[in-house]
């Protein structure tokens, strides 16, 4: 059912107009109305010798379509009851509010008095949906007028009895605490029905905010009283035990946390800043925030050892038998940890060495400091950096903060309980920075000998010294090391295991703690050295001995299953004898994973492999070169870095320039274009150590001559041929040697390296050849193509 038109209820008349600007005014009410204008004043003594009607405007904010006024539509007729003359012209306005009207028009009189226009507005009776409205209203402005409780009774009655919609609407906007622009929407609405409509949406609105702030205010009030309560339950319990002679109040306290301090002998700065903290601690309340944290403070510094030193043990023939007794070969960490201690006995005041033990993972890295500690006597502390990026991790935070803490430097040596433990930080590689600082430039004060022995962490707000710290860093690649923070360390090596010494460390280390670990430790189980190499050469692939381990463990689970049955099968046992032979690890841990002639397989012209250096240790990095009609263009994939691809080109135009001298057509490297890729594209590649790799790929391509499969190589080569030497050289022979490539080409220069590096053993079953420049590699492994360049 359609709302009914709207009825004029007499002909259009005119009122002195008043301009309300911050004033939204609602049929029914009672209006206050000030102002200091002359003409308002002007205006309201003229309605006064009128009818003392008047006609309040609403200035708009925006131009309505087809009205050209400056005002609203809708605006109200007030009638004045008393009119109140205060000091500096300023008139005081009582009126009452009779109904809603519509401007038709404005005028200026002759005495420039403003005039409206308007035509009143009523409504026809209301319909069953505006009533419906009207009874959902009510209920709920009974609802908040319950909550809110300071709504005037007689307003209340208003509302129960009001029969027609817009009366209903303009009694209870009178009274809602509403924003002025949806106070002047709802005066500013013809239609009765979404009147109510907007009204109802809005209440409940209302109500749902009276709700929430009611419920936060309850909240609140609950916390405090408990606050309250906790407080005087206090007072309570520090008055009965002053009453006992029991109390202990902040002064005690803060004495007693002194004294402990004192007693550790901490240096003169940090003792005159544990008398400040003391002091104001015994000023506070022990309720008082503040005072926690200075308490806080005050027992960090009474627990951290200022001057507790473990005694070093100098002996080096004990020494020695502990480290060869935990880790097998490591001569270069072991004979530098010997000799810190023989110049340690002779001068005591010789600073802690900050040493960095670099190599692939599972070399023993981490259990070599354990070692270092147990040699020299010494706590053992060891702190993950892996993932480490904020400089907070480091140097704590400032103890104003919540929750405050020192860095894992100070906290580690609290744990330590003295001021020279041997510090392991493990993974010193795997550091970030974000937005939240730099915890590597933050290590840089920390690892340095001339300034850690005043290190300064934020909580302390005091020097540390840490002079008297041994630090053994780990890390499995320097590149991610910034440099600065790379030169105050002393870079120590430690290289992935030959064959025999991972045969030695699994029959020595290994599998005696495998069988421990799995129950097997009182029993007569063996393992046949042809079991171990076959796990060392099928099962693993890898520099260091984690997998190996990993794999022993699975073959001993599978024989404590078998010691199981046994038992099961023959009751009173008293003994368990089992040796594990090559033939029988298939059957207990499934087959081979590795096979080593899984590389050279097959041969193809373009087919070479190089050797490469990664975080994992020595890997094979194959190389592939095809060609095919075009125009002498160079394609490179494989996620190949910028030197790399440099290398690429080098290799190219080398080939170019001695064409004829190595047998090869210039002609077919300008009508083909040449393609070289670098298999496992999704993992990047980089560095020059492929050059003579990448020559060889592509002049076996061009040559359509296969490279023998039995060789490998790695070398720099520059554009004029040479070959120059690289890194890594016991890694990538091994890696080479474990994949059954046994012809390694080598640069000339790494002669002596391989010499010293490689296992004798592993060495007397390689060939290895050095090469001073390419054309030597490329005679020998293409004999008959460059025979003639001699």
């Given at each position: 059912?359609?709302?009914?038109?709207?009825?004029?209820?007499?002909?259009?008349?005119?009122?002195?107009l008043?301009?309300?600007?911050?004033?939204?005014?609602?049929p029914?009410?009672?209006?206050?109305?000030?102002?200091?204008?002359?003409?308002?004043?002007v205006?309201?003594?003229?309605?006064?010798?009128?009818?003392?009607?008047?006609?309040?405007?609403?200035?708009?904010?925006?131009?309505?379509?087809?009205?050209?006024?400056?005002?609203?539509?809708?605006?109200?007729?007030?009638?004045?009851?008393?009119?109140?003359?205060?000091?500096?012209?300023?008139?005081?306005?009582?009126?009452?509010?009779?109904?809603?009207?519509?401007?038709?028009?404005?005028?200026?009189?002759?005495?420039?008095?403003?005039?409206?226009?308007i035509?009143?507005?009523?409504?026809?009776?209301?319909?069953?949906?505006?009533?419906?409205?009207?009874?959902?209203?009510?209920?709920?402005?009974?609802?908040?007028?319950?909550?809110?409780?300071?709504?005037?009774?007689?307003?209340?009655?208003?509302?129960?009895?009001?029969?027609?919609?817009?009366?209903?609407?303009?009694?209870?906007?009178?009274?809602?605490?509403?924003?002025?622009?949806?106070?002047?929407?709802?005066?500013?609405?013809?239609?009765?029905?979404?009147?109510?409509q907007?009204?109802?949406?809005?209440?409940?609105?209302?109500?749902?905010?009276?709700?929430?702030?009611?419920?936060?205010?309850s909240?609140v009030?609950?916390?405090?009283?408990?606050?309250?309560?906790?407080?005087?339950?206090h007072?309570?319990?520090?008055?009965?035990?002053?009453?006992?002679?029991r109390?202990?109040?902040?002064?005690?306290?803060?004495?007693?946390?002194?004294?402990?301090?004192?007693?550790?002998?901490?240096?003169?700065?940090?003792?005159?800043?544990?008398?400040?903290?003391?002091?104001?601690?015994?000023?506070?309340?022990s309720?008082?925030?503040?005072?926690?944290v200075?308490?806080?403070?005050?027992e960090w510094?009474?627990?951290?050892?200022?001057?507790?030193?473990?005694?070093?043990?100098?002996?080096?023939?004990?020494?020695?038998?502990?480290?060869?007794?935990?880790?097998?070969?490591?001569?270069?960490p072991?004979d530098?940890?010997?000799?810190?201690?023989?110049?340690?006995?002779?001068?005591?005041?010789?600073?802690?060495?900050?040493?960095?033990?670099?190599?692939?993972?599972?070399?023993?890295?981490?259990?070599?400091?354990?070692?270092?500690?147990?040699?020299?006597?010494?706590?053992?502390?060891?702190?993950?950096?892996?993932?480490?990026?904020?400089?907070?991790?480091?140097?704590?935070?400032?103890?104003?903060?919540?929750?405050?803490?020192?860095?894992?430097?100070?906290?580690?040596?609290?744990?330590?309980?003295?001021?020279?433990?041997?510090?392991?930080?493990?993974?010193?590689?795997?550091?970030?920075?974000?937005?939240?600082?730099?915890?590597?430039?933050?290590?840089?004060?920390?690892?340095?000998?001339?300034?850690?022995?005043?290190?300064?962490?934020?909580?302390?707000?005091?020097?540390?010294?840490?002079?008297?710290?041994?630090?053994?860093?780990?890390?499995?690649?320097?590149?991610?090391?910034?440099?600065?923070?790379?030169?105050?360390?002393?870079?120590?090596?430690?290289?992935?295991?030959?064959?025999?010494?991972?045969?030695?460390?699994?029959?020595?280390f290994?599998?005696?703690?495998?069988?421990?670990?799995?129950?097997?430790?009182?029993?007569?189980?063996?393992?046949?050295?042809?079991?171990?190499?076959?796990?060392?050469?099928?099962?693993?692939?890898?520099?260091?001995?984690?997998?190996?381990?990993?794999?022993?463990?699975?073959?001993?689970?599978?024989?404590?299953?078998?010691?199981?049955?046994?038992?099961?099968?023959?009751?009173?046992?008293?003994?368990?004898?089992k040796?594990?032979?090559?033939?029988?690890?298939?059957?207990?841990?499934?087959?081979?994973?590795?096979?080593?002639?899984?590389?050279?397989?097959?041969?193809?012209?373009?087919?070479?492999?190089?050797?490469?250096?990664?975080?994992?240790?020595?890997?094979?990095?194959?190389?592939?070169?095809?060609?095919?009609?075009?125009?002498g263009?160079?394609?490179?994939?494989?996620?190949?870095?910028?030197?790399?691809?440099?290398?690429?080109?080098?290799?190219?135009?080398?080939?170019?320039?001695?064409?004829?001298?190595?047998?090869?057509?210039?002609?077919?490297?300008?009508?083909?274009?040449?393609?070289?890729?670098?298999?496992?594209?999704?993992?990047?590649?980089?560095?020059?150590?492929?050059?003579?790799?990448?020559?060889?790929?592509?002049?076996?391509?061009?040559?359509?001559?296969?490279?023998?499969?039995?060789?490998?190589?790695?070398?720099?080569?520059?554009?004029?041929?040479?070959?120059?030497?690289?890194?890594?050289?016991?890694?990538?022979?091994?890696?080479?040697?474990?994949?059954?490539?046994?012809?390694?080409?080598?640069?000339?220069?790494?002669?002596?390296?391989?010499?010293?590096?490689?296992?004798?053993?592993?060495?007397?079953?390689?060939?290895?050849?050095?090469?001073?420049?390419?054309?030597d590699?490329?005679?020998?492994?293409?004999?008959?193509?460059?025979?003639?360049?001699?």
């Amino acid at each position: 059912m359609n709302t009914p038109p709207l009825e004029q209820i007499s002909d259009a008349i005119e009122l002195p107009l008043i301009q309300a600007r911050e004033l939204v005014i609602f049929p029914h009410t009672l209006v206050p109305f000030l102002s200091d204008s002359p003409q308002t004043s002007v205006i309201i003594n003229r309605a006064m010798t009128q009818d003392r009607l008047v006609f309040f405007a609403y200035p708009s904010a925006v131009q309505h379509e087809g009205s050209t006024s400056k005002y609203e539509p809708i605006g109200t007729v007030v009638k004045i009851i008393q009119v109140f003359k205060l000091k500096n012209n300023t008139v005081r306005l009582l009126g009452e509010a009779l109904y809603r009207a519509e401007l038709t028009s404005e005028q200026i009189a002759a005495d420039d008095i403003p005039y409206a226009r308007i035509r009143p507005i009523i409504h026809g009776p209301s319909d069953d949906q505006q009533l419906l409205l009207m009874q959902s209203i009510k209920q709920a402005f009974t609802s908040y007028s319950t909550t809110t409780g300071n709504i005037p009774d007689e307003l209340k009655q208003k509302v129960t009895n009001a029969d027609q919609g817009d009366l209903l609407v303009d009694l209870i906007c009178s009274h809602l605490p509403l924003q002025a622009d949806l106070r002047m929407e709802l005066l500013q609405l013809v239609d009765t029905r979404e009147r109510l409509q907007r009204l109802a949406l809005l209440i409940d609105t209302e109500i749902s905010l009276l709700d929430l702030k009611n419920e936060i205010q309850s909240n609140v009030k609950k916390r405090l009283e408990q606050a309250q309560k906790e407080y005087f339950l206090h007072e309570q319990i520090r008055q009965i035990n002053k009453e006992l002679g029991r109390e202990q109040d902040e002064s005690d306290e803060a004495d007693e946390l002194l004294k402990q301090i004192m007693a550790k002998n901490p240096p003169e700065e940090v003792a005159k800043k544990a008398e400040k903290e003391a002091n104001r601690l015994r000023k506070l309340q022990s309720a008082s925030p503040e005072s926690g944290v200075i308490r806080t403070y005050l027992e960090w510094l009474s627990d951290l050892p200022w001057d507790a030193l473990s005694q070093d043990n100098y002996d080096i023939t004990r020494a020695q038998q502990i480290l060869d007794e935990d880790h097998y070969n490591m001569i270069k960490p072991k004979d530098r940890i010997l000799d810190f201690l023989a110049v340690r006995s002779i001068q005591q005041s010789i600073k802690g060495p900050i040493l960095c033990l670099t190599g692939p993972p599972g070399t023993g890295k981490t259990s070599l400091g354990k070692s270092i500690a147990r040699t020299m006597g010494r706590e053992f502390i060891r702190v993950s950096l892996g993932g480490v990026r904020d400089e907070a991790e480091i140097r704590g935070h400032r103890k104003t903060y919540i929750g405050a803490l020192p860095g894992k430097i100070i906290q580690s040596l609290k744990r330590a309980g003295t001021k020279n433990p041997v510090f392991l930080l493990d993974e010193i590689d795997k550091m970030s920075s974000d937005f939240r600082g730099d915890p590597a430039s933050a290590m840089l004060e920390v690892l340095d000998p001339e300034q850690n022995s005043t290190f300064s962490d934020h909580y302390l707000e005091v020097p540390y010294d840490l002079s008297q710290v041994l630090f053994i860093a780990t890390a499995n690649s320097l590149h991610t090391i910034p440099a600065p923070l790379k030169d105050r360390m002393e870079i120590i090596e430690v290289p992935g295991y030959s064959d025999m010494e991972k045969y030695q460390i699994a029959t020595g280390f290994l599998i005696p703690k495998q069988l421990k670990e799995n129950g097997l430790g009182g029993s007569h189980v063996t393992f046949r050295k042809d079991a171990v190499m076959r796990i060392i050469h099928e099962y693993t692939m890898e520099s260091g001995v984690r997998q190996l381990e990993r794999t022993l463990a699975s073959v001993m689970r599978k024989v404590a299953r078998i010691y199981v049955a046994e038992l099961s099968r023959v009751d009173g046992v008293t003994g368990f004898t089992k040796a594990v032979t090559a033939r029988q690890i298939p059957k207990l841990i499934g087959k081979p994973l590795y096979t080593q002639d899984l590389l050279h397989a097959h041969t193809a012209p373009g087919l070479a492999h190089g050797l490469a250096w990664t975080e994992m240790g020595g890997r094979i990095l194959s190389v592939e070169a095809v060609l095919f009609p075009g125009s002498g263009k160079l394609i490179l994939t494989g996620n190949l870095g910028e030197v790399m691809k440099e290398s690429a080109r080098i290799s190219l135009s080398y080939i170019q320039s001695h064409a004829l001298e190595l047998s090869i057509d210039p002609k077919r490297i300008s009508e083909h274009d040449i393609h070289i890729h670098v298999p496992q594209g999704a993992i990047p590649k980089d560095g020059p150590s492929a050059g003579i790799t990448l020559t060889v790929a592509l002049y076996s391509a061009l040559a359509g001559v296969s490279v023998p499969s039995d060789v490998s190589m790695t070398g720099e080569m520059t554009l004029t041929g040479t070959i120059l030497p690289i890194g890594g050289v016991k890694e990538k022979v091994l890696a080479s040697y474990r994949h059954g490539i046994k012809r390694i080409l080598l640069p000339v220069q790494n002669e002596s390296h391989a010499r010293e590096d490689i296992p004798g053993s592993v060495r007397a079953d390689l060939q290895l050849y050095y090469m001073e420049r390419i054309e030597d590699a490329l005679r020998l492994l293409f004999p008959k193509q460059c025979a003639h360049d001699e």
